[in-house]
T-cell receptor
Framework: DTGVSQDPRHKITKRGQNVTFRCDPI?????LYWYRQTLGQGPEFLTYFQNEAQLEKSRLLSDRFSAERPKGSFSTLEIQRTEQGDSAMYLCASSLGPRSGGTDTQYFGPGTRLTVL | GENVEQHPSTLSVQEGDSAVIKCTYSDSASNYFPWYKQELGKRPQLIID?????GEKKDQRIAVTLNKTAKHFSLHITETQPEDSAVYFC???????????FGTGTRLTVIP
């Protein structure tokens, strides 16, 4: 499968615990995005990486959230001290930027559904 | 930032009929408008997109139109089939920005 993959697909945790999600983008894509989607809503932007650099963070990304893309390939999203309001689908997307010969079209992974009890 | 509104929130059509979903955006600097289809429990899948230098784009039964002056764009699906049933999201991206701003989605049901 050459698409975007995410792991785990589902995560149930207790309030106050830390969780970490992983995203593997399409292999040649240099851009990576994290979005959050709650029931009945469209995805909301969280953060963006170009290669290993985190270039943009939404105000939705509180101090409890941290994301990394250490080698410009896979990325992790960690949520510390989870709250019930963090329950959502966390989607990862990747694209190939225009300067790298791409169209910047974003392709999404299947998401990680987080439930905080 | 950009604000994207999408209507209707639900749409039911008979198989074979056409479906139209409309979106408006607020930022005249937006220049890229993709449409995603999301089936229950699955990833959003790009079905068609349009850039601001084009007024219309068609791919088989799916077409998108863009009116930059009015700041709205629409998805048209002709000869609908039951497998078209899903939630459809429009989105917009501002020039120079990296993220997409999504509408709230339209749940399309095609009745056999």
């Amino acid at each position: 499968d050459t698409g975007v993959s995410q792991d785990p697909r589902h995560k149930i945790t207790k309030r106050g615990q830390n969780v970490t999600f992983r995203c593997d983008p399409i292999s040649e894509h240099n851009r990576l995005y994290w979005y959050r989607q709650t029931l009945g809503q469209g995805p909301e932007f969280l953060t963006y990486f170009q290669n290993e650099a985190q270039l943009e963070k939404s105000r939705l990304l509180s101090d409890r959230f941290s994301a990394e893309r250490p080698k410009g390939s896979f990325s992790t999203l960690e949520i510390q001290r989870t709250e019930q309001g963090d329950s959502a689908m966390y989607l990862c997307a990747s694209s190939l930027g225009p300067r790298s010969g791409g169209t910047d079209t974003q392709y999404f992974g299947p998401g990680t559904r987080l439930t905080v009890l | 930032g950009e604000n994207v509104e999408q209507h209707p929130s639900t749409l039911s059509v008979q198989e074979g009929d056409s479906a139209v979903i409309k979106c408006t955006y607020s930022d005249s600097a937006s220049n890229y408008f993709p449409w995603y289809k999301q089936e229950l429990g699955k990833r959003p899948q790009l079905i068609i997109d349009i850039r601001s230098n084009v007024g219309e784009k068609k791919d088989q039964r799916i077409a998108v139109t863009l009116n930059k002056t009015a700041k709205h764009f629409s998805l048209h699906i002709t000869e609908t089939q039951p497998e078209d049933s899903a939630v459809y999201f429009c989105a917009a991206k501002e020039t120079g920005a990296n993220n997409l701003f999504f509408g709230t989605g339209t749940r399309l049901t095609v009745i056999p």
